[in-house]
């Protein structure tokens, strides 16, 4: 099966630096993404990693390493509305079809 | 460029009921997906579905039913209604990877979402 684990919360103050992380567990990898997710909204994409390393959109930032199926997304320069949830997922091959699993997500509060 | 549209936005059901959640895009993608969302569980898959006329559990299919008659549209049925089926249901779409429309892979684009109450 797939899983992906992920912290529940995490509190920041505003202008600070938070990292969330996620681990996977999954066949066929073909990627990690990152969405957010405002109160009562649908998610949004924020990034996606197939291969190792670094990639950097403005203040968000997303990092894997498939040898540890591990990934995480960094959030500089905090604002007020990165108050969200922020969810990893998988795009993984299972029985030659695509599944995208989510995370349970992450809630991020910031505060001033 | 309407993007992914779900009807009916809010809907009500008493138990026993049945009712079809439509979801639309227009955007020529290949896969579409139906999710649900609960509290604290985060978005967990229903049913997903790789092109027309195909369709393929996901991790919490019990209880519904899925047609993909037409490229553009995946429709979410609940033969049933029960109150466990109160939730938030996103579908959203994708690409196939290495396509031709220029959307990142890992991009899913999502609906706003319908809010199902079942009493």
């Known amino acids: 099966g797939q899983s992906l684990e992920q912290p529940s919360e995490v509190t920041a103050v505003e202008g600070a630096i938070v990292q969330i992380n996620c681990t996977y567990q999954?066949?066929?990898?073909?990627?990690l993404s990152w969405y957010q997710q405002h109160d009562g909204g649908a998610p949004t994409f924020l990034s996606y990693?197939?291969?190792?390393g670094l990639e950097e959109t403005g203040r968000f930032s997303s990092f894997l390493s498939r040898s540890d199926s591990y990934g995480y997304l960094l959030l500089q320069e905090l604002q007020m509305k990165d108050s969200a949830s922020y969810f990893c997922?998988?795009?993984?091959?299972?029985?030659?079809?695509?599944?995208?699993?989510f995370g349970t997500g992450t809630l991020l509060a910031v505060q001033p | 460029n309407a993007g992914v549209t779900q009807t009916p936005k809010f809907r009500v059901l008493k138990t026993g009921q049945s009712m079809t959640l439509l979801c639309a895009q227009d955007?020529?993608?290949?896969?579409m997906y139906w999710y649900r969302q609960d509290p604290g569980m985060g978005l967990r898959l229903i049913h997903y579905?790789?092109?027309?006329?195909?369709?393929a559990k996901g991790e919490v299919p019990d209880g519904y039913n899925v047609s993909r008659l037409k490229k553009q549209n995946f429709l979410l049925g609940l033969e049933s209604a029960a109150p466990s089926q109160t939730s938030v249901y996103f579908c959203?779409?994708?690409?196939?990877?290495?396509?031709?429309?220029?959307?990142?892979?890992?991009?899913?684009?999502f609906g706003e979402g319908s809010r199902l109450t079942v009493l």
């Open positions: 997922a998988v795009r993984a091959n299972g029985g030659a079809t695509n599944k995208l699993i």
């Open positions: 579905s790789v092109g027309e006329g195909t369709t």
């Open positions: 990693n197939a291969l190792d």
């Open positions: 999954t066949s066929g990898f073909y990627g």
């Open positions: 955007m020529n993608h290949e896969y």
């Open positions: 959203a779409s994708i690409p196939r990877q290495g396509g031709i429309t220029g959307e990142l892979p890992g991009e899913l684009f």
